[in-house]
């Protein structure tokens, strides 16, 4: 058979033109129109009358058309062959246009609906395989069953010659060693007391330097020459800058377990003293560089010092380091 909507051939008996998708079985009926037209004006003339209600012309007896039945969905208005018996367009009547329905077939919006939408499970799928590629390449990236899958730790001897060394390197430290040997472990008490262990040490030499510097300015200061008085003025302010970096440092130890927070406030007291004692010291060998005439100036010079003496003549700020150096030896906890 031929559906009537595409002129497509189609199997006989189908319900629905695999074609263009029209419901074979949906017909419509054109109103059925009794009576008659006038020739004149078009108008319907209801039976029996002789005279047009219209244009009052004679009726012609020329009775409408019997309803015909079609299948949905016609070809446009414009695309209907003209009737072959009509003779001439002033015989033709105001024939009344067909009704179609205007809202699509059931089976048609259904089947079109599904050709849009993609099927529930397809996503499902594609996710699925989305999130396992994604998976799959962090794994390879990262390596978390093996972190030192990308160390490539050198094995060969390396010749050092071009850099200056006859030597030659085996390995690197850090990147050679069994990771499977046992590891030390400190504590943070351990650290910090071996940090307070080594300052306490580094105080008593800056305590030496300071008494060498001050001897020499007691008994030389005066006679020195120009030069070697600049010279020991130099020294002084370094040995000065040492030990005020020395405390920055101090500062930077990690007592907040409070096992050695006092320990480490006895350090910063001492480094104090012997800061108090340089500021001192280093002023005077100023003086010393500056003067033209040391023995004329010599009060002028030694004042600084002089100032910082006790009634006994010993440095204030050396009387209490020498006091508390010993006793405020750390102490393992």
Known sequence: MICPRCASHIPDGSVVCPACRVNLEMVETNFEVTGA????????????????????????????????????????????????????????????????????????????????????????VAMLAALAMVGGITLLITHPWDPNAFQAPPREGVDMSQAGSTEQIESLVGQDSDPDAPQEIVSGDDATYAELVEAYAKLADFAASLDQSNDLFETSAIQMEQQERADAYAAATQLGLDISNFISELDEVDVTSGTYASDLENMLTLANYLRNRSDALTEGWKRAAESQSPNEDSAYIKSPVRNSQNPSGVDAYKALFDKNYESWRPVKR
């Open 37 to 124: 037209y006038c020739g004149s004006c078009g108008a319907l003339v209801p039976p029996g009358e002789l005279h047009c209600p219209a244009c009052g012309m004679p009726v012609a007896a020329k009775h409408a058309p019997k309803p015909r039945r079609s299948m949905v969905d016609p070809p446009e208005l414009d695309d209907i062959d003209e009737p072959e018996d009509v003779e001439s367009s002033s015989e033709q009547t105001n024939a009344m246009a067909r009704i179609r329905s205007a809202l699509p077939l059931e089976s048609e919006s259904v089947t079109r609906k599904a050709e849009r939408m993609p099927a529930a499970r397809t996503t499902l």
